[in-house]
């Protein structure tokens, strides 16, 4: 099994959750979240004083697929997420030793 988790522009928030329904993923965990890559924040003028925002607003998605699965959810948010500019987020996938349902008791596969 593996955990994607992609850090994504909130805007495109709505998009990336289209996608991967229509790919058949119907659980996921969604996170408002802050950060800075390369986009390093920007500076605002507030009242006359000027402060620099250097953790932007992002949106944090986490799913749990089948390793025969993962490809697909990386496609389908590399295309919902992507505007081409700077900031665009990023993907990361590791590998899961196992999972529990808390309610069954299931575990491994069953338990996604």
């Not at 948010?77 to 990361?92: E, H, L, Q, S, Y």
């Amino acid at each position: 099994m593996k955990k994607i988790e992609a850090i994504i522009k909130p805007f495109k928030l709505d998009d990336v959750k289209d996608a991967l329904a229509e790919i058949g993923i119907v659980g996921m965990t969604i996170s408002e979240v802050r950060g800075f890559g390369r986009q390093k924040g920007h500076k605002e003028l507030f009242r006359g004083s000027e402060y620099v925002i250097d953790l932007l607003p992002k949106a944090m998605i986490e799913v749990v697929v089948n390793d025969d699965k993962c490809q697909e959810v990386v496609d389908a948010i590399m295309r919902a997420a992507r505007t081409g500019n700077i900031g665009d987020g990023k993907i990361f996938v590791s590998t899961l030793d196992e999972v529990f349902r808390i309610r069954t008791g299931e575990t491994g596969e069953s338990a996604v």
